[in-house]
């Protein structure tokens, strides 16, 4: 799509019940889905705070991690976390994914080849697009705006990395014979496509792979037949990922390929090599145009991946270079730092770009992180997997190079895991230089609201909790529950079931709230549930009990009974003692009975008979001094 940087777009209803209302940039007036997983990874991380709240894509690079793998949720996981948090937040929320796994993966690139086959083409289709197709068209994501990055490196490739090119690898040739790279893209646009919340954003590589002319137009050719392959259309495609986990500056300000030294034009310079683009922006803003010229929708819109392109820090250039040669003018100023722009592993002096905005400018949907930071490119020295990811020596810090970088050093920190896995130092390095520089923003540092409407009913064994959401100036990203002081568990949703408990046995829960930056709520009011007696049929009953209003010298509390046997009551019967000087002072729809501490309540003629699972309550106002704590209810059913 097409955006001002100024511009404004209506929002649709929050989370309505109903599909989302299709609108030309998803970004725009929306929210983005933290992710949990990477939040936590980034929170752990000394300073990781300062960033943890950022939105950073979901990665589905193998069969499995549909389903989840060991340290990662799934697909339905994070979508029902997706719902949470835009129900938090009031909302539209953008959940971003990445689809990754066609056969033959990244054939120039062997720390990122995956589990398929360059011939397994029919289990891509059958074993993993289609069951992402089938989660994502479920109607109960329907208001979330899925925004996917289908299938990274793989067209480029067919054009840098085949076909007699000084670059060409075997298994790019192969993958360019059979056509299973376009058949695939095809075949992803086409099933995602059909669904009305996608919105699908095909890989386009990036300025320093593409920006030649002789790259650049043979590129946008193949991703135009791919989005026409396997029965999908230009329809399909919402527009391009530019500089997707790679390092390429977002902006160069300090130079252009319009400048002469001497007479002599940058583009000769050895970092710009001819290249027609030396920065990001000016490259996505072309690739957009040709890419309309081509055929694809006039309103196609581009996103930019600035996880990693802020290198800032100590060796940021603060002007141009010197007008000597125009390699000197070019190293003196240029912001990206890398030896040679075909750089790509973990790479040394990389810092966090630009946080993830909507419609930054004209032509771009978002700037956004698509590789979240502190994920390894590629291990530094072989590592036995069972993920099909081989070791490229362009993740190895002493390896010197190669035709796709100009044979440079490759720039590489060194100790690196496989590809996806956690690099503690990466992180770190990406901190330490990240451009805009941390804390030049305002953190967040405000807590969730305290999470009310604290409910529950029980089984002989089990606690089933609800409540209502808590809201934040961010985002609410999940909730922490409590058993009597000790944190039984945690959930992105407003519901929790703790199991595993004891018959006829009281327990106290509360609930608090949490956000990406790691602010807590408070303590929800404690609810007070008694499980109900292991008797195996018959009658029974349990009984919660919740203050719902305190102030100071008196209460008012609400005590919910839930007949948890298999057969009708006739009547039923709540005692408790009070631990401190509480003193009923008014009840209704109950018989109340106090001496000292001890309570004992009773039903009324036309609420004591409840059906199995049914339910009756009754409350009371009380007065007291010094601590109000809270009892322990027994229930018993007639």
Same mark, same amino acid.
């Given at each position: 799509?097409v955006?001002? +940087?100024?511009a404004?777009?209506?929002?649709?209803?929050?989370q309505?019940?109903?599909?989302?209302t299709?609108?030309?940039?998803p970004?725009?007036?929306?929210?983005?889905? !933290?992710?949990?997983?990477?939040?936590a990874?980034?929170?752990?991380e000394?300073?990781g705070?300062?960033?943890?709240?950022q *939105?950073t894509?979901?990665?589905?690079?193998?069969?499995?991690?549909?389903t989840?793998t060991?340290?990662?949720?799934?697909?339905?996981?994070?979508?029902?976390?997706?719902?949470? %948090?835009?129900?938090?937040?009031?909302? *539209?929320?953008?959940?971003? !994914?990445?689809?990754?796994?066609?056969?033959? $993966?990244?054939c120039? #690139?062997?720390?990122?080849?995956?589990?398929?086959?360059?011939?397994?083409?029919?289990r891509?289709?059958?074993?993993f697009?289609?069951?992402?197709?089938?989660?994502l068209a479920?109607?109960?994501?329907?208001?979330?705006?899925?925004?996917?990055?289908?299938?990274l490196?793989?067209?480029?490739? @067919?054009v840098?990395?085949?076909?007699?090119t000084?670059?060409?690898?075997?298994? /790019?040739?192969?993958?360019k014979?059979?056509g299973?790279?376009?058949?695939g893209v095809g075949?992803?646009?086409?099933?995602?496509?059909?669904?009305?919340n996608?919105y699908n954003?095909?890989?386009?590589?990036?300025?320093?792979?593409?920006?030649?002319?002789?790259?650049?137009?043979?590129?946008?050719?193949q991703?135009? +037949?791919a989005a026409?392959?396997s029965?999908?259309?230009? #329809?399909n495609?919402?527009?391009?990922?530019?500089?997707?986990?790679?390092?390429g500056a977002?902006?160069?300000?300090?130079?252009?390929?319009?400048?002469t030294?001497?007479?002599?034009?940058?583009?000769q310079?050895?970092?710009?090599?001819?290249?027609?683009?030396?920065d990001?922006?000016?490259?996505?803003k072309?690739?957009?145009?040709?890419?309309?010229?081509?055929?694809?929708? +006039?309103?196609?819109?581009? @996103?930019?991946d600035?996880s990693?392109?802020?290198?800032?820090?100590?060796?940021?250039p603060?002007?141009?270079g010197?007008k000597?040669t125009?390699?000197?003018?070019?190293?003196?100023g $240029?912001?990206?730092?890398r030896?040679?722009?075909?750089?790509? /592993?973990n790479?040394a002096?990389a &810092?966090?770009?630009?946080?993830?905005?909507?419609?930054?400018e004209?032509g771009?949907?978002?700037?956004?992180?698509?590789k979240?930071?502190?994920?390894?490119?590629?291990?530094s020295?072989?590592?036995?997997?069972?993920?099909?990811k081989?070791?490229d020596?362009? /993740?190895? *810090?002493?390896y010197?190079?190669?035709?796709r970088?100009?044979?440079?050093?490759?720039?590489?920190?060194?100790?690196?895991?496989?590809?996806?896995?956690?690099?503690s130092?990466?992180?770190?390095?990406?901190?330490k230089?990240?451009?805009? #520089?941390l804390?030049?923003?305002?953190?967040?540092?405000?807590a969730?609201?305290?999470?009310?409407g604290?409910?529950?009913?029980?089984?002989?064994?089990?606690v089933a @909790?609800?409540?209502?959401?808590?809201?934040?100036?961010?985002g609410?990203?999940?909730?922490?529950?409590?058993?009597n002081g000790?944190?039984?568990?945690?959930?992105?949703?407003?519901?929790?079931t703790n199991?595993?408990?004891?018959?006829?046995t009281?327990?106290s829960?509360?609930?608090?709230a949490?956000?990406a930056?790691?602010?807590v709520?408070?303590?929800?009011?404690?609810? !007070?549930?008694t499980?109900? *007696?292991s008797?195996?049929?018959?009658s029974g009953c349990?009984?919660?009990y919740?203050?719902?209003?305190?102030?100071?010298?008196?209460?008012t509390?609400?005590?919910?009974?839930?007949?948890?046997?298999?057969?009708a009551?006739?009547?039923?019967?709540?005692?408790?003692?009070?631990?401190?000087n509480?003193?009923?002072t008014?009840?209704?729809?109950?018989?109340?009975?106090?001496? &000292? %501490?001890s !309570?004992s309540v009773?039903?009324q003629?036309?609420?004591? +008979?409840l059906?199995? &699972?049914g339910?009756?309550?009754?409350?009371?106002q009380? &007065?007291?001094?010094?601590?109000n704590?809270?009892?322990?209810?027994? /229930?018993t059913?007639?």
């Amino acid at each position: 799509m097409v955006l001002s +940087a100024t511009a404004v777009l209506p929002i649709a209803t929050a989370q309505s019940a109903h599909a989302a209302t299709r609108v030309d940039n998803p970004y725009a007036g929306a929210g983005v889905y !933290v992710n949990p997983d990477w939040s936590a990874l980034a929170a752990a991380e000394p300073g990781g705070s300062a960033i943890s709240n950022q *939105p950073t894509y979901v990665w589905l690079d193998r069969i499995a991690a549909i389903t989840g793998t060991t340290g990662k949720r799934g697909l339905r996981s994070h979508l029902d976390g997706a719902l949470a %948090q835009a129900q938090a937040s009031g909302k *539209p929320t953008v959940f971003q !994914v990445v689809i990754y796994d066609l056969p033959g $993966r990244d054939c120039a #690139a062997l720390s990122s080849n995956g589990e398929l086959g360059p011939t397994e083409i029919d289990r891509y289709k059958a074993e993993f697009i289609d069951p992402i197709a089938a989660i994502l068209a479920d109607p109960k994501y329907a208001s979330l705006r899925i925004a996917t990055t289908i299938e990274l490196d793989s067209l480029p490739n @067919l054009v840098t990395n085949a076909g007699g090119t000084a670059t060409t690898t075997p298994a /790019c040739e192969t993958m360019k014979a059979n056509g299973n790279y376009v058949t695939g893209v095809g075949y992803a646009l086409a099933k995602l496509g059909a669904i009305p919340n996608v919105y699908n954003y095909i890989d386009a590589g990036h300025h320093g792979w593409l920006g030649w002319d002789s790259n650049l137009g043979p590129a946008i050719d193949q991703l135009y +037949a791919a989005a026409n392959a396997s029965g999908s259309t230009v #329809a399909n495609v919402q527009g391009f990922v530019v500089n997707t986990a790679n390092y390429g500056a977002l902006k160069e300000p300090y130079f252009t390929i319009d400048d002469t030294v001497n007479g002599t034009s940058v583009r000769q310079s050895k970092w710009v090599d001819w290249n027609r683009y030396v920065d990001e922006s000016s490259y996505a803003k072309a690739f957009r145009d040709k890419a309309v010229a081509k055929g694809f929708d +006039a309103n196609i819109g581009m @996103l930019i991946d600035t996880s990693r392109n802020g290198w800032g820090g100590a060796n940021r250039p603060t002007g141009p270079g010197p007008k000597t040669t125009v390699d000197g003018y070019v190293d003196g100023g $240029r912001i990206d730092r890398r030896f040679q722009t075909g750089n790509w /592993c973990n790479q040394a002096g990389a &810092g966090l770009g630009e946080r993830p905005t909507a419609a930054p400018e004209a032509g771009i949907d978002a700037y956004v992180w698509v590789k979240p930071p502190g994920e390894s490119d590629g291990n530094s020295a072989p590592v036995s997997n069972d993920e099909g990811k081989g070791w490229d020596r362009m /993740c190895d *810090p002493t390896y010197t190079g190669n035709p796709r970088n100009n044979n440079n050093m490759s720039g590489a920190l060194p100790g690196a895991p496989l590809a996806g896995q956690w690099f503690s130092a990466q992180f770190q390095e990406l901190l330490k230089n990240a451009y805009p #520089a941390l804390g030049s923003g305002t953190p967040d540092t405000t807590a969730p609201s305290v999470p009310t409407g604290l409910a529950g009913t029980a089984t002989s064994s089990s606690v089933a @909790l609800t409540w209502t959401a808590s809201t934040d100036n961010v985002g609410v990203t999940g909730y922490d529950v409590y058993r009597n002081g000790i944190l039984v568990g945690s959930t992105a949703g407003t519901s929790f079931t703790n199991t595993g408990l004891t018959a006829s046995t009281a327990y106290s829960y509360t609930v608090r709230a949490k956000d990406a930056a790691g602010n807590v709520s408070a303590a929800s009011a404690a609810l !007070v549930v008694t499980t109900s *007696p292991s008797s195996g049929g018959g009658s029974g009953c349990s009984a919660t009990y919740k203050v719902s209003n305190d102030w100071g010298s008196g209460f008012t509390a609400d005590v919910t009974v839930t007949n948890t046997g298999t057969t009708a009551t006739t009547g039923w019967k709540v005692t408790w003692t009070f631990p401190g000087n509480q003193q009923i002072t008014n009840l209704w729809n109950g018989v109340q009975t106090q001496s &000292g %501490q001890s !309570v004992s309540v009773v039903n009324q003629g036309y609420n004591g +008979a409840l059906g199995a &699972g049914g339910s009756a309550g009754f409350g009371f106002q009380a &007065g007291y001094s010094g601590a109000n704590g809270v009892p322990t209810l027994t /229930c018993t059913a007639s």
